[in-house]
């Protein structure tokens, strides 16, 4: 079947602007998280959704990050009011509804904020 | 808190040497799961193992292999006969089982791996 995927995905913001970036699961998985990947490093967590529930959202660096799922399959991470550091991959991953079950990731997300 | 150390950020070997990457974790809880994901070029995370803490067994997977040390904290990734396609960078990332029902990971840094023809 297919895998996650992402859109779009590569985008470039002037600062200032709100960016929308979605993330399609694999179909019939229950899990699905948003990480943000900064050059060179490895991915940190943002967000955790459990079918259309957000069940944790500690990693979100700031009020201008905002996620939703709210048909619990595909979800959009939302930055309103892009700064420079907010350039990164952003990357989605879902997992069947099995406690720690394996991440599936997508593509990713680069974003650039000129 | 949950930590991964990868202290090898790049390693090079000519193809067909065997490499080892290597990776530390750190964990207060009893129950937790280590993963290796490989990230090649094109960006996209791909999945190589799972293992959870209660199964210290080494793992071969054709010319990969993971050996699992509770002892010293370790969850080290070898590639034995390295290939070209086997250039990229490679995460070792660390999961709790806790309330949420599916828990975030914590990846290291990452090694990059270079092959060289």
Same mark, same amino acid.
């Given at each position: ?7 779009p995905?590569y985008k470039v913001a002037k600062r200032g602007q709100d960016v929308a970036l979605?993330?399609?699961? =694999? ?7 948003w990480y943000q990947q900064a050059l060179g490093q490895?991915p940190e967590?943002l ?12 990693g979100l660096p700031s009020d201008r990050f905002f ?10 991470l939302k930055i309103q009011r892009t700064q420079q550091e907010d350039s990164a991959v952003y990357l /989605? ?15 990713g997300t680069r974003l650039t904020v000129l | 808190? $949950?930590?991964?150390? $990868? ?15 290597? /990776? ?7 129950? %937790? ?23 210290? $067994? ?5 010319? %990969? ?13 070898? @590639? ?34 270079? @092959? =060289?023809?």
């Amino acid at each position: 079947g297919a895998g996650v995927s992402q859109s779009p995905r590569y985008k470039v913001a002037k600062r200032g602007q709100d960016v929308a970036l979605r993330c399609d699961p =694999i179909s019939g998985h229950v899990s699905l998280f948003w990480y943000q990947q900064a050059l060179g490093q490895g991915p940190e967590f943002l967000t955790y959704f459990q079918n259309e529930a957000q069940l944790d959202k500690s990693g979100l660096p700031s009020d201008r990050f905002f996620a939703e799922r709210p048909e619990g399959s595909v979800s959009t991470l939302k930055i309103q009011r892009t700064q420079q550091e907010d350039s990164a991959v952003y990357l /989605c991953a879902s997992s069947s509804v099995a406690r720690t079950d394996t991440q599936y990731f997508g593509p990713g997300t680069r974003l650039t904020v000129l | 808190a $949950q930590k991964v150390t $990868q202290a090898q950020t790049e390693i090079s070997v000519v193809e067909k040497e065997d490499v080892t990457l290597d /990776c530390v974790y750190e964990t207060r809880d009893t129950t %937790y799961y280590l993963f290796w994901y490989k990230q090649p070029p094109s960006g996209e995370l791909v999945f190589l193992i799972r293992r959870n803490s209660f199964d210290e $067994q080494n793992e071969i997977s054709g010319r %990969y292999s993971w050996n699992f040390q509770k002892s010293t904290s370790s969850f080290n990734f070898t @590639i034995t006969a390295s290939q070209v396609v086997d250039s990229a960078v490679y995460f070792c990332a660390l999961s709790e089982a806790g309330n949420f029902g599916n828990e975030k990971l914590t990846f290291g840094t990452g090694t990059r791996l270079t @092959i =060289i023809p």
